[in-house]
């Protein structure tokens, strides 16, 4: 697998395909091992903090990358913990964007 770090996302379209499961193994074994696949059709992560402002704090780290890269997680803050879901809504599953995009947040600093 390429260097998802060095690849910027780019938008698909509706009527793309998503990742077929060989391709997701495939991509996942190039992330974080605490990156989970989901039913073959998103990632989830759960990102633990100190306290709630450390977690606030990647929050926005992870918001600000989304916007440069165009690609959006889902995002659930709490108490010392940030759980984070991707997937692409346009094609209702998997596309090489989701992993590039978590490859990306693990390399925000904590």
């Not at 977690?55 to 989304?66: H, I, K, M, S």
Request: proline share 3%.
């Amino acid at each position: 697998m390429d260097n998802l770090l060095a690849k910027k996302c780019i938008p698909c379209s509706i009527g793309d395909e998503p990742l077929k499961e060989n391709e997701i193994i495939e991509y996942s074994n190039s992330l974080d091992k605490e990156w989970k696949v989901v039913e073959l059709q998103r990632l989830e992560k759960t990102y633990r903090f100190k306290n709630f402002r450390e977690a606030l704090d990647f929050t926005v780290q992870v918001g600000e990358l989304a916007e440069m890269e165009g690609h959006h997680p889902d995002i659930y803050l709490s108490w010392g913990k940030v759980v984070l879901k991707l997937w692409t809504h346009k094609i209702g599953g998997l596309h090489e964007n989701d992993f590039i995009l978590a490859a990306k947040i693990d390399g925000i600093k904590k």
